[in-house]
């Protein structure tokens, strides 16, 4: 049987893509190996958002050069964020003429007719489309966990924020049909999945004719045997008061959230053209702590955006000791070839930036620490996912805050939600036993 290797960078929109495009290969009857070397077909989805995702990619794509020299009908193939971006594919055409297959996010669903062609023509394929009109349907997939699925509602983004690649890396905002959806997810179900994210750059504008995304956390609220509801991500612009009354009526829309906050300073946040406050921000944590207590917050935050002052930067570690975050994911800005912010005459210089960031990420981490041990003594649900990556005497999954727990338990209860009592804790995870 001939064999593929996928390689996946960035961001859950690019997991699930890899996940159709193994199923369509796997419908090719091709098998999935994790070995590059062994594959027949290798391909490596690719990210732009931060400026060391595309170098990632760089060094991916030279190793693929060794298996494609020691074997002339192994294919390669580039796909995903990179590749919207001409300056990019000019760069791997002129410096590595030897990948047979380049597309882009939007043309997923001719993978199979452009792998065809390099098979019988022995011509390299290029296929970049600069968006599209209708979302495809029905496309198979090859799924990466048996019990938790990620289920697109929107793709693209319409935002453009100052400082972000992926406007014009996905194309326009689309809605899917809630019908779609909640056929998707009614089959996920089936097949034993208990816990679905809704993934779109910005869900709380979803919209399907009438129906928001509030309405439609209510319909997937009523699948019968899906357990867990979550989703990621939202954009606090657009985060509506139905949201928030959606947390109080869907009892499987789980106790998490994930707001990017990106900065605390409202003149950062109007030159990141993010359109809200930092007061707007904080209204909204405290709407959603009311209704849910037991609600988890994580956030991305940017440090060192064009002409971020010290006291910009003092308010963005203000509001992260207000929201008192569970997880933030910290990121150093990164200029990106065609957005706005990279025309900013005001850039920051790499020394200030690395000192914020050192800054941000002790605070974080503080602010992690002193939320997992409220749990201590309390007791969970966990979906557990599988053996702990350290310990295989351990089980670890996930709670409905998203907290990763860890605890010992044997192989039957995969899969399964268990209550978890727990025992200890550090900033990462918790630790507990059933
Ligand atoms: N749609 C999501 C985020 C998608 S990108 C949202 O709006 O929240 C994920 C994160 O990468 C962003 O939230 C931001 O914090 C970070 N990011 C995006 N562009 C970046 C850049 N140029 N430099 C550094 N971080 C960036
Ligand atoms: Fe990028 Fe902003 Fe869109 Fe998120 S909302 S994907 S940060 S442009
Ligand atoms: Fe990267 Fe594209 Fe996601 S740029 S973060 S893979 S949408």
């Known amino acids: 049987m001939k064999q593929f290797n996928i390689q996946t960078l ?37 990210c732009s958002v931060r400026e060391n995702a595309d170098k990632r990619f760089f060094g991916m794509l030279g190793q693929l050069k060794r298996y494609k020299n020691e074997n002339p009908d192994f294919i390669a193939c580039v796909c995903g964020c990179m590749m919207q971006q001409q300056h990019i594919v000019d ?25 065809k062609n390099v098979i019988e023509q022995k011509t390299a394929q290029i296929e970049i489309l600069e968006d599209y009109d209708t979302v495809v349907e ?40 809630a019908d779609d959806v909640v056929k998707e997810i009614t089959r996920l179900v089936k097949d034993g999945v ?27 609220n009523e699948i019968d045997g899906l357990k867990r509801i979550k989703f990621m991500t939202s954009h606090p612009k657009d985060l509506s008061d ?26 950062v946040l109007k030159k990141m053209n993010r359109k809200y406050t930092r007061e707007h921000y904080m209204s909204i944590i405290e709407k959603i702590k009311a209704v849910r207590e037991d609600i988890a917050i994580s956030t991305d935050i940017i440090v060192g955006f064009p002409g971020e002052t010290e006291e910009d930067f003092e308010d963005t570690l203000k509001v992260v000791e ?22 900013y005459a005001d850039q920051i210089s790499e020394d200030v930036k690395h000192e914020r960031f050192n800054r941000l990420v002790e605070l974080v981490n503080d ?18 996912e599988g053996y702990s990556k350290n ?3 351990y089980l670890m999954g996930r709670s409905g805050q998203n907290k990763l727990v860890n605890f010992k338990g044997d192989a039957s209860l995969i899969g399964e939600l268990v209550k978890v009592k727990i025992i200890d804790f550090n900033t990462f995870a918790l630790q507990g036993e059933i």
């Not at 139905?242 to 003149?267: F, N, T």
């Not at 992690?368 to 409220?374: C, F, I, M, T, V």
Request: contains cysteine; neutral net charge.
């Open 91 to 115: 760069e791997v055409k002129k410096k590595y003429p030897w990948v047979d297959i380049i597309f882009g996010t939007h043309n997923i669903h001719n993978f199979p007719t452009l792998l």
């Open 322 to 343: 207000d929201a008192c975050y569970d997880s933030a994911f910290t990121f150093i800005y990164s200029v990106r070839k065609g957005t706005p912010a990279e025309k």
């Open 194 to 220: 208990k816990e679905v994210t809704l993934l779109g750059q910005n869900v709380n504008s979803y919209r399907d004719g009438e129906i928001t995304f509030a309405a439609l956390l209510k319909m997937i």
């Open 10 to 46: 960035g961001c859950q929109m690019n997991e699930r893509d890899s996940e159709t495009i193994s199923g369509m290969l796997t419908e090719m009857g091709y098998q999935s190996t994790e070995s590059k070397k062994d594959a027949d077909i290798a391909i490596i989805n690719t």
């Open 242 to 267: 139905d949201v928030i009354e959606a947390y109080r009526v869907c009892d499987k829309l789980c106790s998490y959230i994930h707001l990017p906050v990106q900065s605390g300073s409202d003149a």
């Open 367 to 384: 602010c992690s620490y002193k939320n997992n041990e409220k749990y201590l003594g309390k007791t969970l649900e966990v979906l557990v």
């Open 391 to 393: 310990d295989k005497e």
């Open 138 to 177: 029905g496309l198979p997939s090859k799924r990466l966990y048996e019990h938790k699925a990620f289920v697109n509602i929107t793709f693209g983004c319409n935002n453009f924020c100052t400082y972000c690649i992926v406007p014009f890396t996905r194309g326009r905002e689309k809605s899917r049909k």
